[in-house]
């Protein structure tokens, strides 16, 4: 999901909201890993930590973020945490922020599937070594 060539959403995109659902989640592992793919795929270090940091706040509203940023942030705290209220009005949410529904697709699909590996990371209590943090060659 986060790394097929032929997604239309940049993979620091995907990478924000999977770090985002992670941090939901309070899952330590997930968050340092795909925190760190996002600051690697910002570009701009100073300014992807202060994202970072936004987004450990739950500060999805920040004006480091552009308004399809905000928009997906937002569509991520909820499906994330309150699945159940999710309705139509949220899809039109994100196509009035200017987001295609192939770009919805992939987010949804990484906030989704971050969402079962927080979990499933947390439950079998998976914890940070000596690994690498973050995915090489991303």
């Known amino acids: 999901t986060l790394h097929d060539k032929r997604n239309s959403?940049?993979?620091?995109?995907?990478?924000?909201?999977?770090?985002?659902?992670?941090?939901?989640?309070?899952?330590?592992?997930a968050t340092q890993n795909h925190g760190r793919n996002f600051i690697v795929l910002c570009g701009d270090d100073e300014v992807a930590k202060e994202r970072f940091q936004a987004m450990l706040r739950h500060d999805w509203e920040n004006s480091l973020f552009d308004l399809r940023e905000q928009a997906l942030l937002k569509h991520g705290e909820k499906l994330a945490l309150r699945p159940d209220l999710m309705r139509e009005t949220d899809i039109v949410r994100l196509r009035d922020a200017g987001l295609?529904?192939?770009e919805i697709l992939e987010a949804t699909?990484?906030?989704?599937?971050?969402?079962?590996?927080?979990?499933?990371?947390n439950g079998l209590g998976i914890k940070l070594a000596d690994e690498q943090?973050?995915?090489e060659g991303i």
């Open 9 to 29: 959403l940049p993979k620091s995109v995907l990478e924000m909201v999977s770090t985002q659902v992670a941090i939901l989640a309070d899952c330590h592992y």
């Open 100 to 102: 295609k529904d192939v």
């Open 109 to 121: 699909q990484a906030m989704a599937g971050f969402a079962f590996w927080s979990r499933y990371i």
């Open 133 to 135: 943090i973050g995915r």
